[in-house]
């Protein structure tokens, strides 16, 4: 029979509309990849009699309870205490492995660590502590009635791997279900999904799901079988299908960022990469600069916000600038080999648009961008009007710049392959 | 008395996490303008018992419930028959003037109307239909006991129009409420929350809570009154306590980001700045060009990863870098003040260190930061051992250095003041 789970979201952000809760869809997707049917959602606010009441609640109806929130160090968070009253008014009992932890990790970061946080240690009686290896609180797992029940942060970058390592693992049975996801970027979530429209309405056993996150597409692909082997053979046949219908879409899998990829081939390739960025005010660097170990292959590179910088650092003449305008190709195209020449770099890729909101005119509309990349064997440059605002046009620029020089270096390693 | 709302979602694509309900965030945060408090939101998919169930519960509990979603025209919409379960298993039945604006609908698309868009104009008995200019689904007012419950549309062009224009003006009345956010960096959640804690202890009237979010520490105050003035006085009254208590940690209030309280600082001084990145690789740079028209004093800088760079663009030497390394204060100072110098900008921020999780040893961990900040008044820097993983430790980074910029920028102020 299929097991049944509520998640509980508290936080008085998410009751006065501040903050729209993501965690409850993200867990939501999760349980049900595991074969768990989530019946309800439930936000209440930093309120401990109402989130015991949520509690009890839920484990009447459910035997799979996840909240999320209210385990911070300060006096509005009530998690701790409101599970203890769902439970039977069972009283809170300092976690000594707990303690000690958080001990550790303000010793490691050299503060004093506050009363307050002390009270993070605390745990209804009779309830297990969850390592938390990304922020300070503990999670919880603990039984309300017939209901498993586990407390996790609300940040998601500590929720996300919490669940992952401490929750999923406890929630299956019932034969094994086995997991791939592919990156994709290059095309749209539905652009990608008609390509695998047939994989995607096809069975329970197979399930074919895409999701979008931040111009990233992931294809989830979760295959059941009657053991761990039988699931994941049949969770690779539909990867392999999936890798011969999108080919280079797909730059990586498992949770590979587009920056690890390249860094990976550069590293490879024993090349070096330097950036001279505009628009994107220095996001290339940092995505590239996201990956442990950049140093291997990335030199570093200018921001040349102003127009000054790019004539100082990368040789853009004021001839240029008055003729093409600073968003223009052959900017683009000197940036580049301008940061390939200042640097001794290999490659160096060049992004210089209008991201917007102002700045924008009929012939250079906002989200207009070019992005050029010198390489071993010259410069090529492309153009691009993305939509969106701000945030999205930056990103988006940042991560076709980026995946350009990855289907650059695909090229090079196939030509001397 | 403050009216309490509970906030209903319906629908599968909720509960298996495909979609993310932004609805709920809107409507509490609407609902607190209109002083009225969301003490709860519930979201349960496609299905009628469990829904007829929310709706009755919701009633218990407030006078005010809002219900999105459930109205379209297919078998699996089951808001109006969940609606009139809960208000005593009432019938439904057709409204005249509502199938009459159905039909008008589909004339002006030239599209029939098919027999299952005739069901959009049932109602239960004795409720009141919502006219919907944005769709074809009327929604519902009706009483629920003692609550009035709304049904409107789950597409939010449709619901937010309507709600502002059929719900909105009908909730007045009863007492107000008043929100302030200030926003703070430069102590831990823990640290704040200790200076705050009178504050927190919660009382009804005034409600004082702190969130953390990616190293910004918010407070977030809301106080009831009478009216509006008398709620937003009182809100007042201790947001001016909170800054009392805080001084220089709150950088901002309402949304305002960091980076966008020292581009104001910047304009309104005149002046430029640049930057020279090294751990952060370009983080810096990315953060202070997210504001739109960055470019009024923003010159750029550079992003010196490799040592190379170091020296070649920012005249740090060999000898510096082999006798004190290239994390070190000399080094940061001179990448500072070099930066200052390519760019001709009155302030430049540099940064260097050591992000992980390779890379430490015990003289030099991971997550040692050296910021400097070259200025008209000269060049400071500072030491700091971040915690957590590599994209923590260069937040922080980014973010420390950008809030020392701050608290530069407020001195100048305050000395030519």
């Known amino acids: ?31 049900r990849e595991l074969g768990v049917a989530v019946i309800r959602h439930v936000t209440v606010g930093d309120d401990l009699e109402r989130l015991a009441l949520a509690i009890a609640a839920a484990a009447d109806e459910a035997s799979i309870v996840i909240l999320t929130g209210g385990l911070g160090p300060t006096l509005d968070d009530v998690s701790r205490q409101a599970l203890a009253a769902a439970m039977g008014n069972l009283p809170l009992v300092e976690d000594a492995h707990s303690l000690e932890r958080i001990s550790r990790f303000f010793v490691k970061i050299n503060r004093p660590m506050t009363p307050s946080n002390r009270t993070q240690a ?25 209901a498993r029940v586990f407390v996790l942060p609300g940040p998601p970058h500590e929720m996300t791997p919490m669940f992952e ?28 999904g008609e390509q695998l429209a047939d994989l995607m309405h096809r069975d329970q056993a197979i399930r074919v799901g895409t999701t979008a996150s931040g111009g990233i597409i992931s294809v989830r692909i979760a295959a059941g079988g009657a053991d761990d082997a039988q699931a994941a053979a049949s969770a690779q046949a539909v990867a392999d299908d999936v890798r011969r219908r999108l080919g ?21 390739a024993d090349q070096r990469l330097a950036v001279a960025e505009s628009c994107t005010g220095g996001l290339v660097g940092q995505l590239i600069t996201a ?75 906002v989200g207009l961008v070019y992005i050029a990349l010198a390489g071993p064997a010259g410069t090529s440059a492309w153009r691009y009007v993305f939509p969106g605002d701000r945030d999205m046009v930056r990103l988006r620029c940042a991560l076709s710049a980026i995946n350009h020089l990855r289907l650059a270096l695909l090229a090079e390693a196939h030509k001397s392959g």
């Not at 910088?309 to 190709?329: C, I, W």
């Open 1 to 31: 029979m299929t097991q049944k789970a509520v998640i509980i979201s508290c936080g008085d952000e998410l009751t006065n509309g501040a903050t729209i809760d993501t965690n409850s869809a993200f867990l939501s997707r999760r349980l």
């Open 122 to 146: 605390l745990l209804p009686a009779g309830a297990e502590a969850l390592d938390n290896d990304w922020g300070t609180a503990p999670g919880i797992a603990a039984q309300v009635k017939n």
């Open 165 to 192: 390592r401490l929750v999923a693992p406890r929630l299956g049975g019932g034969g094994a279900i086995a997991y791939r996801t592919l990156h994709c970027f290059g095309q749209g979530e539905s652009a990608i």
């Open 248 to 268: 280079d879409l797909i730059f990586g899998q498992e949770g590979q960022s587009l920056s690890a990829v390249v860094g990976g081939l550069l590293r490879q």
């Open 291 to 365: 990956v442990a170990g950049a140093s291997d292959y990335f030199l570093g590179g200018v921001i040349s916000y102003a127009d000054q910088l790019k004539g100082k650092l990368l040789g853009v003449t004021e001839e240029m600038l008055s003729r093409h305008g600073a968003v223009s190709q052959p900017v683009a195209t000197a940036m580049a080999e301008g940061a390939a020449k200042l640097t001794g770099a290999d490659w160096a890729l060049a992004v210089t648009g209008i991201a917007g909101p102002g700045g924008g005119s009929e012939e250079k509309p």
